[in-house]
């Protein structure tokens, strides 16, 4: 079964600063992928970024880069230069790719706050 | 090109009464998946399905819910009887296929509320 892992309920970053929020994940399959979703409290999922299992290099999109660890089975997402905009929940997800089955499994989230 | 649309945004139901929730796909989207957020929790697997056919409903509750995908119109997620543990954000992904080609897009939710 797959699992996903965030131990960081909330987390708190001051604004311009860089925060790591923590992923671990389980699964027996070799090719998987992993995402990171975004969700205002305005309740939207909003996907930030995406790293599968074969890419060699860490996945990275403007201000977020995902900290990719295979033999830990790490996924963190670092958000560089917080803005208070980034205040919100973030939810990392897996997905399996090599069954039938495209279901994505989330973990319980982290709620990010920036201060100003 | 519009997104994952769903309707409605929020919905108020009372205890008893049934509940359809709507999503409309990306354009040129086969593939439609279902999940549901409980307050304070992160989001969970009810239903994937494509036009006609449900391919895997491992997450959907045994009685009281059934989901569809029609080869016209929407996708409709239907909830009978609805009771307050029904209280939930309930998103809509669509995608263009699997595998590799399978990124969701997910839907802006539809926020039921049983009374």
């Known amino acids: 079964a797959q699992k996903i892992t965030q131990t960081q309920p909330g987390m708190f970053v001051q604004e311009k600063e860089a925060v790591t929020l923590d992923c671990t994940y389980d699964?027996?399959?070799?090719?998987?992928?992993l995402f990171w979703y975004k969700q205002p409290s305005s309740g939207e999922m909003i996907f930030l970024i995406y790293?599968?299992?074969?890419?060699?290099q860490n996945a990275t999109e403007g201000r977020y880069s995902l900290n990719f660890q295979k033999a830990r089975k790490s996924a963190n997402l670092v958000i560089s230069a917080s803005q208070l905009g980034d205040s919100a929940m973030y939810f990392c997800?897996?997905?399996?790719?090599?069954?039938?089955?495209?279901?994505?499994?989330f973990g319980t989230g982290t709620r990010l706050l920036v201060s100003p | 090109n519009a997104g994952v649309m769903q309707n409605p945004r929020h919905l108020v139901r009372r205890r008893g009464q049934e509940a359809r929730l709507r999503c409309s796909p990306m354009?040129?989207?086969?593939?439609v998946y279902w999940y549901r957020q409980l307050p304070e929790e992160g989001l969970k697997f009810m239903v994937y399905?494509?036009?006609?056919?449900?391919?895997?409903e491992s997450g959907m509750p045994k009685e009281r819910f059934s989901a569809e995908f029609p080869k016209e119109g929407p996708s409709i997620l239907r909830i009978q009887q609805v009771v307050r543990g029904d209280s939930a954000a309930y998103f809509c992904?669509?995608?263009?296929?699997?595998?590799?080609?399978?990124?969701?897009?997910f839907g802006p939710g539809t926020r039921l509320t049983v009374t």
């Open positions: 992904a669509s995608s263009p296929g699997q595998g590799e080609n399978g990124e969701q897009y």
């Open positions: 699964t027996s399959d070799p090719s998987y992928g």
């Open positions: 790293q599968g299992s074969y890419d060699q």
């Open positions: 997800a897996m997905r399996v790719l090599n069954t039938g089955f495209q279901k994505l499994v």
């Open positions: 354009k040129g989207h086969s593939h």
């Open positions: 399905l494509q036009k006609e056919n449900i391919i895997d």
